[in-house]
Structures are given as structure tokens and as C-alpha cells.
């Protein structure tokens, strides 16, 4: 009877272990082996992604998770590609979804490579809003998150762009420092001025001096 379970539990272990590929009505469908001696369930539905050129009976998770991992890579460049505002949540799905299929270290490195593109993206599309409504703070708030952005890439030319950004609000900031403190100025020599003129207008206070009455009585 022990060994009879021990072939039932390695047959399952065994199925378990294996996936199958069919295709139907354009998509591949990936199963995989049910933890038993036979059966399988289907694990996902890959539209307009095409079976391997070399057909076999059974696949490793090996074989069909590069499979799965473009797929969702292919659709986290299909929804940035979109014209207007990227769907960045939708984005950030797909590349976390493919990070679970990401059998090696060079796929994982090119899904967290993604992402780090894409939390830089909205970085800097926050900053562009921020920097938009003009104030000091706003201005301040984009420098920080465009220094945000900047440790979220290696490449030098995004570097470049976003060094370039930051001195252009440093400048704006400037201007408006500058302009503030001649508002400030102007105004206080306003009230000076103001200050001078009443003072100028305010008659001299006159006394009547009262001769004293030096007549005999």
C-alpha cells in the first residue's frame, strides 16, 4: 500500500511539473499538469502570441515562461505607446505581471529596468504639471521630483534632459525671487514715501502769546 501511495504522489508530482501548449482561435494557450497522475488545467490565454517553432509534447516552466513574460512585456509597450497620457497603472501591471514569469535574472533585470523607466516617466510628468502653475513652491516641488527621477536612470541623455529641466526652474526661481524682493522694496519705499507726505502736510501748531496787563488801578 506505501508503495502504491509513493507511485500515485511521484505520478502527481510528475504531471504537476509539466505544461502543454494548444492554440486556439488566435491565442496560445499555456496548461500545466494538475497535481495528480493526469489531468491538466489552463494556466492563461495568450492572444496573438505564437507557438514555438519547435513543437513538443510536454514543456518546462522553462520553456513556457519566456513566453508568458513577453507577452506581458509586448503589452506594457503596446499601452505606453498609446497617443495622450500614458495608462501608467496599467503599465505598471503588465511589467509586475511579467515580473512573476521572469524565470532568469536577465528577464527580471529588464521588467525592474521597465519599471524604473516608468516611475521616472511620472516623475517627471508631475514635475512638468508642478512646474506649470509657475509659483516658487511649485517650482521647488518639480526640482524635487525631477532629483527623484534622475536616480531612477543610468542612460546620460535622460540625465542630460532632466539636469536641464532642473537649471531651467533654478532660473525661474531666480526671476521670481527677484521680482519679489523689487515688489517688496517698491513697496516699502511707497509707504515710506506715503509716510513722508503726512507728515509734510500736518500744519505747525501756533500759540497766541498774552501781553501782560500793566495798567494802573
Known sequence: MAFLILLVVGASASNSFKYYLTEHQGALEIWKGKFAPMG??????????????????TYSAGDVYPLIFQYYIDKADALLDVPGIPDFEGIKKALQAALEYGSTNTLREIAYTRLDNIDRLILIYKADVAASR?????????IGLLKEADRLTTDTAQETLIAQKIEGHEAAIAVLLEEQA?????????????????????????????????SNH
Do not use: F, H
Not at 40 to 57: E, R
Not at 134 to 142: N, V, Y
Open 40 to 57: 491538466k488545467k489552463m494556466v492563461i490565454a495568450l492572444p496573438g502570441t505564437p507557438a514555438p517553432q519547435t513543437s513538443k509534447a
Open 134 to 142: 509657475g509659483s516658487i513652491d511649485d517650482l521647488t516641488s518639480a
Open 182 to 214: 523689487a515688489a517688496e522694496q517698491a513697496e516699502a519705499e511707497a509707504i515710506t514715501a506715503e509716510t513722508s507726505n503726512s507728515e509734510s502736510e500736518v500744519p505747525p501748531e501756533t500759540g497766541q502769546t498774552v501781553a501782560p496787563d500793566t
